[in-house]
């Protein structure tokens, strides 16, 4: 064995055991958090589910002219659309989170920078996982010296263009397979576009806040489970509270009013951008959001899917729980800006509006 590689492995030693540490020292503090997290994800699934008796009694409650009865409907119906692969995508994450070494990136992440960048892009499509799982991998890359503009594009690929996520917006996107390659086109080019824009313009990440942070137990089952749950406790709600205000929108929303819109493509685009960052939604289950959004234009469904995953509200405060307040406030308004540019112009390429 060689020196480099002892040291290698002293240093994952090391890692480990600050994770553990702080892992058992921490679980009393973040009690609360997870507690608001499972309440608010409960909340939000007995109210899908309430709505769903109330849609198959079918009650005075519902007679307010079908417009009660159709919010409930849609709603009930993005969301059991959307389970499945919410399910399937937080047990992937989970399972990639607990029996993947943080160290596989290592070896298959070119050293230059700049090759880094696209490399880490790629590596997203191979190593699924949503966007709650994003920020604590990154973090785990950097602790592994992979450059930061790697870490940050991996960050940005993975919970766009994984297999779970390409797969679900076919489904919800049936017949339209244009808006499958359109969003891994955009969130691709996107990502290498944030990444290298980080290189040449110097950005950096203190030392101090490249640190270990895990709810995971002391062995690699207890991990999987941690991460599972966490993820489809954040997951979960927010997918509940989107379908509630997708369907809200298109029962309530004049479609004159869509029509207006739609007369301004980049306003329209705009609008559908930031309803991704307000939505939090998980990016294995926005695009049965997106596609319960008919009134508006196939390029401003395709902004909604590349912007979500790589900038939401969600993620705002993990990033500053992991980086800080000035990475973020430059951080998130680059990747908003990028994002919807490139969503546009990849949209326009390919439904030739």
């Not at 007995?46 to 409907?73: C, D, K, M, Y």
């Not at 059991?80 to 992440?109: E, Y």
């Not at 996982?129 to 960050?155: D, H, K, W, Y």
């Not at 990033?319 to 969503?343: D, E, I, M």
Request: proline share 5%; glycine share 8%; with cysteine.
């Amino acid at each position: 064995m060689s020196a480099h590689t002892h040291l290698a492995d002293t240093n994952s030693d090391q890692d480990r055991s600050q994770i553990l540490d702080h892992t058992h020292g921490g679980r009393a503090q973040d009690a609360p958090e997870r507690a608001i997290g499972w309440s608010f994800t409960f909340a939000m699934l007995a109210a899908v589910i309430a709505l769903l008796l109330l849609t198959i009694v079918r009650g005075p409650v519902l007679s307010l002219n079908g417009t009660v009865e159709a919010w409930a409907s849609i709603t009930v119906a993005i969301v059991m659309q959307a389970v499945p692969f919410l399910v399937f995508g937080v047990i992937v994450s989970g399972a990639i989170s607990a029996f993947v070494p943080d160290s596989f990136l290592r070896h298959i992440t070119p050293d230059n920078p700049f090759f880094a960048v696209p490399a880490a892009a790629g590596a997203g499509f191979l190593l699924p996982g949503c966007e709650c799982a994003s920020v604590p991998v990154a973090q785990s890359l950097m602790r592994r010296n992979i450059p930061t503009a790697a870490a940050l594009t991996f960050l940005l690929a993975s919970p766009a263009i994984n297999p779970v996520v390409l797969v679900s917006t076919a489904v919800a996107f049936q017949g339209h397979p244009k808006m499958v390659l359109g969003r891994l086109a955009a969130s691709i080019i996107a990502a290498i576009i944030v990444g290298w824009g980080w290189i040449i313009l110097g950005g950096k990440i203190p030392m101090s806040h490249i640190h270990a942070h895990s709810h995971a137990g002391r062995n690699k089952w207890d991990a999987f489970r941690a991460s599972a749950l966490h993820d489809l406790m954040n997951a979960g709600g927010y997918l509940s509270m989107g379908a509630m205000v997708a369907a809200l929108i298109k029962v309530t929303v004049p479609k004159a009013w869509f029509d207006t819109v739609n007369e301004h493509q980049v306003v329209a685009c705009l609008i559908m951008g930031i309803l991704a960052v307000v939505l939090s939604l998980c990016s294995e289950a926005d695009a049965f959001i997106a596609a319960s959004f008919t009134h508006v234009s196939p390029v401003a469904q395709l902004v909604f899917l590349v912007v979500g995953p790589m900038v939401d509200i969600k993620l705002f405060f993990m990033q500053y729980g992991a980086w800080g307040k000035g990475f973020v406030v430059r951080f998130a308004p680059s990747v908003f800006t990028v994002a919807t540019l490139v969503g546009i112009a990849v949209g326009f390429v390919l439904f030739a509006v």
